[in-house]
């Protein structure tokens, strides 16, 4: 049974592509089937999966355009009433690494924002709308079953809309990842906020006799926070840089103390003794990961995670190259033991399950 997981924060910049990018890399090359759901309509993880910086691949991304193989044609059926079900998507495979596949993004998927959230009111309106709370689940779960995936991954728009609400109740996990500064504070103290509501909705639509008789049913609501990712800190003399530990600690805190006791009231996290066979804190870091500085520009031209970068895609030598690769292998560490986290969490969630 595949494994929803949506890395999710309405603050931008703090590396959500860039982490789903990895992590689904470092997850196949344990042997897991990985699909990468593009579900922001900027489609940076689909540029950074399929490369857009040349000529062939703008040509390739066209081709690959013209066929029905993105999140938006995908869930045409239900939001543009085409007399058609929901079929699988016929996902790309990422170049370089064997059982990790795209389902790209689509700059029109945002055209769907308002009908949903219409939907999602739970209002009169929703007889005629019935079909739609449930359709994204649809497309993932029979996307994941046409690809045997053991994860999928679900990159979302920084933003508090129907769309994000929707992907992130159906998901069986969450994660958010974070940067060391004041605004990722604001943005936890925000969700301590928002996510309660949320879940609470989707509670009532499941509860919906009319939605669990939809051509696409809304689910049931499973959703579990598995913990915080804070990252981009500077790194000197082989120790965050003091303002940055500051705004480490005050993320460690703010998840600890607010936002934790607040999704356990919410029935929206795993037993505390499944964290802490994981040796995590209260606070649920389960990784910290400093900037990847000259790094990331390489990993995006080679489509290869940063830790994965060949000596000739590096293309240095001498002591230029001997400190990216002794970078690379702490990446490589960081994002090993994340995935195997993440594994065992998920893996484990039906021994741990508590009941709704």
């Given at each position: ?213 939809a051509n696409y ?131 484990g969630s039906l ?6």
């Amino acid at each position: 049974m595949v494994q929803k997981i949506a890395l999710f924060n309405h603050k931008g910049g703090v590396s959500k592509t860039t982490t789903t990018f990895n992590l689904g890399w470092m997850l196949a090359s344990k042997g897991k089937r990985v699909i990468l759901v593009d579900g922001d309509p900027q489609c940076n993880l689909t540029g950074m999966a399929l490369g857009e910086k040349t000529e062939d691949d703008e040509t390739r991304i066209q081709e690959i355009y013209n066929t029905t193989s993105n999140i938006k044609t995908g869930l045409a059926p239900a939001f543009e009433s085409q007399p058609r079900a929901i079929e699988a998507v016929d996902c790309i495979p990422i170049q370089g690494r064997d059982g990790l596949f795209l389902l790209p993004g689509h700059v029109g998927f945002a055209e769907y924002e308002v009908e949903l959230g219409i939907a999602q009111t739970l209002s009169s309106s929703l007889q005629a709308l019935r079909n739609l709370p449930g359709a994204i689940n649809d497309l993932l779960e029979k996307t994941a079953l046409k690809f045997n995936a053991d994860y999928i991954l679900i990159d979302m728009s920084p933003s508090l809309s129907s769309i994000n609400q929707n992907l992130l109740m159906i998901s069986d996990f969450f994660l958010v990842p974070t940067t060391a500064d004041f605004f990722s504070v604001m943005a936890i103290d925000s969700l301590t906020k928002v996510l309660p509501r949320w879940r609470a909705w989707a509670k009532s639509a499941n509860s919906l006799q009319i939605l669990k008789d939809a051509n696409y049913p809304f689910p049931e609501v499973n959703v579990r926070f598995l913990g915080t990712i804070v990252q981009n800190y500077r790194i000197i003399g082989g120790r965050e840089t003091a303002a940055f530990q500051t705004w480490i600690v005050k993320i460690e805190q703010s998840v600890s103390e607010n936002l934790v006791p607040t999704l356990m009231r919410s029935n929206m996290m795993l037993p505390s003794q499944a964290y802490r066979d994981q040796g995590l804190s209260s606070s649920l870091s389960l990784a910290k990961i400093s900037n990847f500085n000259s790094l990331i520009a390489l990993s995006q031209d080679h489509r290869t995670p940063v830790y994965a970068l060949t000596p000739r895609q590096l293309q240095q030598k001498g002591i230029v190259l001997e400190a990216n690769q002794q970078k690379q292998e702490e990446f490589r560490k960081i994002f090993s033991d994340l995935a195997d986290k993440i594994i065992t969490l998920s893996s484990g969630s039906l021994a741990y399950a508590v009941s709704a």
